[in-house]
């Protein structure tokens, strides 16, 4: 009799091994910050058809599921994988082949790498971006005499690392037409003594970008990739393109179907007639790599070259508000048109006058209006009594590493009771109960873990200012982590399906080489990457 018990126990372990659910992959013995609702941590998850199966204790996991891999994270930290909310990915591929002059600390050294790439290169058309001359000794607009002397015959077109203000030589002014007749809307012509120093701010810049050669098929997919594995290297899985066009849209689209892309995107459409004619006709277009559902508005420029729109004039240049780059009525009229669609709005704003613009047409359209979720891009200098307008359905869209870069000279641009309202990360939260994280890049560094530390301790890499820029507008570690995650995802109406550690969801996730949420401050931004998974499977 009880050898039969015996039997019968034995067969029973037996079937209740046979009965554990087969998973493609488990990750045990790991700190898994799920990003949940209530931010709970995890030992352990199963990965089964390139989602999140089950998330639980190392016990629980492994007792319920086999699987063909199993990963010990060494008690590691693992976070899902990271949303940069606002960057500029096709851009940034197509950066990489040309001059970087990120980092520059002088023109001569700016002089200096072109000279390098074209010896190299050997290029008809030189192109760039990066420079920066709040950097420099002299922090004042570089002219165009020295490339007219080095390229007499070759087109140089540099731009800053804003994106808002160009350097061009004489062969490039000649090449787009521009003569000191030119004029000028949206944006300057920069002259002195009557002559053209080569500086162009804003929609001038299109005269020059429209005579540059356009890369070909191959360019843009080598392009692509490229930015690509430096993504995935720093472990993010969703970025969002601010402002491509359609023939850019149908490449990611052609290139993630075929399997030769894998990043995901979240294409916003730039606003151009042409755009806006065929997406708004059609509804919003969505695979599991790609989601093209919002069309990006430029209301201003930028305020390192005092192209952003102020109320009152900048502080350091006396008379001079920057500028709208379109009429009101041509913002009210375009986003009246998005309004009756489904798509989703998302306007550049820096300056204080062009964010009051903003944010008031937002308001007027989006009262009653439903579950919309418009986002203001960069919110950068808000007058006080325009905090109010944001909330779930005006999501700010921020990027802190621009307040670091920033903080040198942003009060001399906007004056001290000014500035108060400028890169106000935290009363932007507090207001909108949610904030969306990214990076910008290329005119920020890629690195999320850099965005990370910005928005925590205000500082620089080498620690200043002591106590941070405006501390009072730091966000906590978890306000961060969401921010770059599920705050991020919410902001493209992905929030069901990444962002966070949970069944169901993409297994995308990343393992890092130390615990961010844990470890003293100045630590963070030397944190890498150790693995980066998308739909569980290893990219990085």
């Known amino acids: 009799m009880k050898k039969i018990l015996l039997v019968f126990l034995f067969c029973g372990m037996m079937t209740s091994c046979e009965e554990k659910e087969t998973a493609d992959l488990l990750v045990t013995n790991a700190k898994v910050y799920t990003v949940n609702d209530a931010f709970s941590t995890a030992e352990a998850f199963a990965v089964k058809n390139g989602k999140f199966l089950a998330v639980g204790t190392a016990a629980e996991i492994q007792e319920k599921y086999d699987a063909k891999e199993v990963i010990d994270a060494g008690?590691?930290?693992?976070?899902?994988?990271?949303?940069?909310?606002?960057?500029?990915?096709?851009?940034?591929?197509?950066?990489?082949?040309?001059?970087?002059?990120?980092?520059?600390?002088?023109?001569?050294?700016?002089?200096?790498?072109?000279?390098?790439?074209?010896?190299?290169?050997?290029?008809?058309?030189?192109?760039?971006?990066?420079?920066?001359?709040?950097?420099?000794?002299?922090?004042?607009?570089?002219?165009?005499?020295?490339?007219?002397?080095l390229f007499p015959n070759t087109p140089v077109a540099i731009t800053r690392i804003d994106g808002h203000a160009l350097l061009v030589n004489q062969a490039a002014l000649d090449a787009a037409g521009i003569t000191v007749d030119t004029p000028a809307q949206g944006g300057e012509i920069e002259k002195k003594d009557g002559k053209l120093t080569g500086i162009l701010i804003d929609n001038p810049m299109d005269l020059v970008n429209t005579v540059i050669p356009r890369p070909d098929v191959e360019d843009e997919i080598r392009a692509l990739l490229d930015a690509q594995e430096i993504a995935f290297g720093y472990g993010l899985t969703t970025v969002v393109d601010a402002g491509i066009d359609r023939e850019t849209i149908e490449l990611l689209d052609s290139l993630q179907k075929n399997g030769t892309l894998d990043i995901r995107l979240y294409a916003m459409i730039s606003n151009t007639k042409e755009n806006l004619d065929y997406y708004l006709e059609r509804e919003p277009y969505k695979t599991e790599k790609l989601n093209v559902r919002s069309v990006k508005f430029y209301g201003d420029g930028a305020l390192g070259s005092r192209g952003a729109a102020l109320k009152q004039p900048y502080s350091d240049k006396h008379g001079h508000y920057g500028a709208l780059l379109s009429p009101v009525s041509e913002f009210h009229a375009t986003a009246a048109r998005i309004a009756d669609t489904d798509y989703q709005m998302n306007s550049h704003a820096i300056g204080d006058s062009a964010n009051a613009v903003i944010l008031k047409i937002y308001d007027s359209l989006l009262t009653d209006a439903g579950d919309r979720r418009w986002r203001v891009e960069h919110a950068q200098v808000i007058d006080q009594e325009d905090f109010r307008y944001f909330n779930q359905n005006i999501i700010p869209s921020v990027q802190p590493t621009h307040a670091t870069s920033d903080m040198y000279w942003a009060g001399d641009r906007l004056g001290e009771d000014r500035e108060k309202g400028a890169y106000a990360f935290k009363q932007l939260l507090d207001q909108a109960g949610v904030i969306a994280l990214g990076t910008d890049f290329p005119i920020e560094e890629v690195n999320p873990f850099l965005t990370f530390y910005a928005a925590v301790a205000r500082k620089d890499l080498q620690e200043y200012p002591e106590g941070g820029y405006m501390p009072e507008q730091a966000l906590s570690r978890e306000e961060t982590l969401k921010g770059m995650t599920i705050w991020a995802a919410f902001s493209n109406f992905e929030e069901d399906e990444k962002g966070s550690i949970e069944p169901g969801k993409f297994a995308d996730f990343v393992i890092l080489d130390r615990d961010i949420m844990e470890v003293p401050e100045n630590e963070i931004p030397q944190t890498k990457v150790r693995a980066t998974y998308l739909d569980g499977k290893k990219v990085y």
């Open 75 to 149: 008690g590691k930290a693992v976070f899902p994988g990271l949303i940069d909310a606002h960057a500029h990915f096709y851009r940034f591929g197509l950066q990489l082949q040309t001059v970087d002059l990120r980092g520059t600390k002088s023109f001569e050294e700016v002089v200096s790498r072109i000279v390098s790439f074209q010896e190299e290169k050997g290029v008809d058309f030189i192109t760039g971006r990066g420079w920066d001359q709040n950097d420099w000794e002299v922090k004042e607009f570089p002219v165009k005499d020295t490339l007219d002397q």
